[in-house]
């Protein structure tokens, strides 16, 4: 059974930082992308990062490029987003999610993933 789990969410002020974990089970992970996600109150979900099968390159929103940094422990099954000089625009519940295609690459469309973890709240404020 394919399971995604998410920790490391929490209260942070302006500046800081925080890893997230997507504990990944029931899967083999380097065989999938694997894109984190956020939503905000009011907005829709959009694509944060996303690191590709394989070879496991990195993808990152304009918006956190420079300050987010997405990894892979495939002994661990477990991908990681890196958040820096976090800001309170970051606010948000972030999502992992697995791309349905085996070996598929990154792509920022929601439908392209068929598994999420039920999510972490990042919340940026003073």
């Known amino acids: 059974q394919v399971q995604l789990v998410e920790s490391g969410g929490g209260l942070v002020q302006p500046g800081g930082s925080l890893r997230l974990s997507c504990a990944a089970s029931?899967?083999?992970?380097?065989?999938?992308?694997i894109g984190w996600f956020r939503q905000a109150p009011g907005k829709e979900r959009e694509g944060v990062s996303c690191i590709s099968s394989s070879d496991g390159r990195p993808y990152y929103a304009d918006s956190v490029k420079g300050r987010f940094t997405i990894s892979r422990d495939n002994a661990k099954n477990t991908v990681y987003l890196q958040m820096n000089s976090l800001k309170p625009e970051d606010t948000a519940v972030y999502y992992c999610a697995r791309r349905s295609r085996l070996f598929g690459v990154c792509v920022s469309r929601n439908d392209q993933y068929d598994h999420w973890g039920q999510g972490t709240q990042v919340t940026v404020s003073s």
């Open positions: 029931g899967f083999t992970l380097d065989y999938y992308a």
